[in-house]
Structure formats: C-alpha cells, structure tokens
C-alpha cells in the first residue's frame, strides 16, 4: 500500500514554523511500530522517499553486517547502534511509536516514556545523516545484494 500520502493529509500547523503530525488510528495497523513517524522524518527533511533508504547499501533496512559502503550507508550503522544500545536498555525501538514535531531544519521529539524519547531522538538522528548526507546517495546501492557487502563489521 502507498502511504506517500498521509504526511501532507495530517500535519496540523501551529505556526508557519513548525509542524506538529498526529496520527490517526486508522493509520497505526498499516505499520509496525514506528515505521509511519521515522518514514515521515525522513520524506519531510531530505525530500526523498523513505523507501529510497530501505534495502540501501550495507545497513539501511533490516540487519547489517561488513563495512557500510559510503556516507548514507554509515547512517543506517549508527542508526543500528543507536537501537542495539536501546534494545540494552530494555526499550523495543522497532515497536516504539513516539510525537515529534519538525520545524523548517529540525525535529522536536516527544513521547510519555523515555524509550518513546530515546526512539525518536535515534531515528531523529538519523534522518538528519541522511539530509546531511544527500549528496552521497548513490542509487547503485538501493536495494543492494548483502553478498556485496565486504570488509569488517565495524564496532558501534
């Protein structure tokens, strides 16, 4: 199913500055987690699909082993470590749904528990990579095969 729709179908304005995302109930069945609220980070701060960084070099998508194959890539690493360290601290980052609101460069991150918190400021993390990292995308590595994936794993 398509969702490219739902940020420009739910953000409420607060100001011309910022934008606060709500999300329906309806909306929470079609996605684990906090898929929808990563992927809409993601879509709003760098301009491309969030499915662009799915299955991505070495790391971006489910799993991750060998040297990340540049910039983009090291990215999804960090964004791994930044969940195994959570998963540590008995957080379940992958089921954790969390607010944030984002401002014109910026996301405020929001949540009642601290793993809602840590969850959001990991992907927060991330998704600021990626738009950092624009210019090293490179589309040889979407939907890249893991037994291209080469090297030592790097430690986190």
Request: proline share 7%; aromatic share 12%; with cysteine.
């Amino acid at each position: 199913m398509d969702l490219h729709f739902l940020p420009t179908l739910y953000p409420k304005k607060i100001s011309p500055m910022i934008t606060v995302f709500s999300f329906p109930s309806l909306a929470v069945p079609l996605a684990s987690g906090n898929l929808l609220q990563f992927g809409f980070m993601i879509e709003r701060l760098t301009g491309k699909s969030a499915l662009d960084y799915n299955d991505y070099g070495c790391y971006c998508g489910i799993g991750g082993s060998k040297w990340p194959v540049d910039e983009t890539d090291w990215c999804c690493h960090a964004h791994d470590c930044c969940y195994g360290r959570m998963t540590k601290l008995g957080c379940d980052p992958k089921m954790e749904k969390y607010n944030f609101s984002i401002t014109e460069n910026n996301i405020i991150c929001g949540g009642r528990t601290s793993c809602q918190k840590l969850t959001c400021e990991c992907d927060k993390n991330a998704t600021l990579c990626f738009r950092d990292n624009l210019s090293t995308y490179n589309h040889k590595y979407a939907h890249y095969p893991n037994k291209l994936c080469t090297g030592p794993t790097p430690p986190c």
